[in-house]
């Protein structure tokens, strides 16, 4: 939930659809440069780190919910925060995260599978987040 505490009263902005059994949800703001939109990672986990929900808030303060990284740092107990990887940059029309070090993603089956940062590149383009091979 994102509240607006100013003039006075307080106002939601946002409410967004919950965390699940998560104990813990971390935001991390990215501040939209230039007038732009700024990113919102709420990174939520238990005993170790679910994944990262992507906000965008548009100029106006209209927030977007854009989508979901599953991917965590790799960790002795499992999957530590990703976040302190991430890199946001503007990309044409929209923006593009990425990571600075390889990652992990849950399988099925409860292992873990690398994923090298060069494929782990996302694109916020049209109000949705998805995999990308570049930012470009």
Do not use: H, W
Request: glycine fraction near 16%.
């Amino acid at each position: 939930m994102l509240v607006d505490r100013s003039g006075g009263r307080d106002r939601v902005l946002y409410r967004g659809p919950g965390a699940g059994d998560s104990y813990y949800m971390k935001p991390t703001v990215f501040d939209g440069e230039g007038g732009g939109p700024a990113v919102i990672l709420a990174e939520s986990g238990a005993e170790f780190s679910y994944g990262i929900g992507v906000y965008v808030m548009e100029p106006g303060r209209k927030i977007r919910r854009a989508g979901e990284i599953d991917l965590g740092a790799p960790g002795e107990d499992g999957p530590t925060s990703a976040v302190p990887f991430v890199q946001v940059e503007r990309s044409g029309k929209g923006l593009c995260v990425r990571f600075t070090r390889d990652l992990v993603r849950q399988k099925p089956d409860g292992t873990y599978a690398r994923v090298p940062k060069e494929k782990a590149i996302y694109k916020y383009e049209m109000g949705r987040l998805g995999p990308s091979r570049s930012c470009m």
